[in-house]
């Protein structure tokens, strides 16, 4: 069986592995609004929620304006699920809603008034297949400013084109809530081989993080669509901190919402694996 180290895949994996902000609304031109829609939704009972709200000034300090009063329903085989608003701009599927690997899901929204020049937008998904994660490992590394944390993983990845997602939980906190600390990367360096230890999370005591011996920590391995996993490398590589004097201005990342719409809808498979840290 083929193997790969950590060391060669956490330097491919560093290349895709950079900061974002949650907030969508990086719109400059304030004479235009768009539709935002953000969810996702996973192998796993939910409930599943799907966010809509609109771009907003990019230097206001209001909240981000949300759309209410939608309809919003989940397409998939034949059938056709609504999606109550449970709070403003909050759509969610019913608690024992769960996605399966292999169909296609179409996100359809019909708005109560035009935004963006439509009063409709949708989205398609397939749920992919992702990979079973075999075990976890934590190592320790000291450097000369900061030490920190690297958590491993093993498990075999299957042949064919896939990508991953990373999130992963302290002793049952999760550590990775937001966009800005979310892991993603394709295989295409190393499509259909054993992942023999690769470097998938860190926490670092600059951001104030630290892993004591005998905490458990969670991976949770997510399967995702190739393009999803080059649309959170854009978001990053648009909204990292850049020198202001010769960076451009930030500009809107398209992802796979229709018409001038902004934002992702992802069906994703997740799997989890467990470790406890003994240095």
């Avoid at 000369?144 to 991953?164: C, K, M, S, T, V």
């Avoid at 989890?272 to 240095?279: E, K, S």
Wanted: glycine share 8%; with cysteine.
């Amino acid at each position: 069986m083929k193997r790969i180290s950590h060391s060669l895949i956490l330097l491919l994996i560093a290349l895709s592995f950079a900061a974002c902000t949650e907030k969508m609304d990086i719109e400059l031109d304030e004479s235009y609004t768009r539709v935002v829609a953000e969810g996702m939704i996973t192998n796993e009972p939910g409930p599943h929620l799907i966010r809509l709200t609109t771009t907003a000034p990019y230097f206001s300090n209001q909240p981000v304006p949300v759309i209410s009063g939608a309809k919003v329903y989940l397409v998939f085989d034949g059938d056709s699920l609504l999606l109550p608003e449970t709070s403003a701009g909050n759509y969610t599927t019913p608690g024992n809603f769960a996605g399966e690997v292999g169909t296609t899901y179409r996100l359809s929204i019909h708005l109560q008034e035009a935004i963006g020049g439509s009063d409709y937008y949708y989205a398609i998904s397939t749920l992919p297949r992702g990979m079973k994660p075999d075990s976890a490992r934590v190592n320790f590394k000291e450097g000369l400013r900061n030490d920190f944390w690297e958590i491993l993983l093993y498990g075999q990845e299957p042949l064919g084109e896939d990508a991953y997602m990373i999130r992963y939980f302290q002793n049952g906190v999760l550590e990775t809530d937001s966009l800005i600390e979310w892991n993603s990367f394709d295989d295409r360096f190393f499509d259909g081989l054993y992942l023999n230890g690769v470097t998938v999370a860190f926490a670092s005591q600059r951001r104030g993080q630290q892993i004591n011996p005998g905490d458990t920590i969670v991976l949770e391995v997510y399967g995702i669509e190739r393009w999803f996993s080059d649309y959170l490398a854009f978001m990053q590589r648009e909204l990292f901190p850049q020198t202001p004097l010769f960076s451009p201005s930030p500009s809107n990342v398209k992802g796979n919402i229709s018409g001038t719409a902004l934002g992702y809808f992802e069906a994703a498979t997740v799997k989890r694996v467990a470790t406890i840290y003994r240095p």
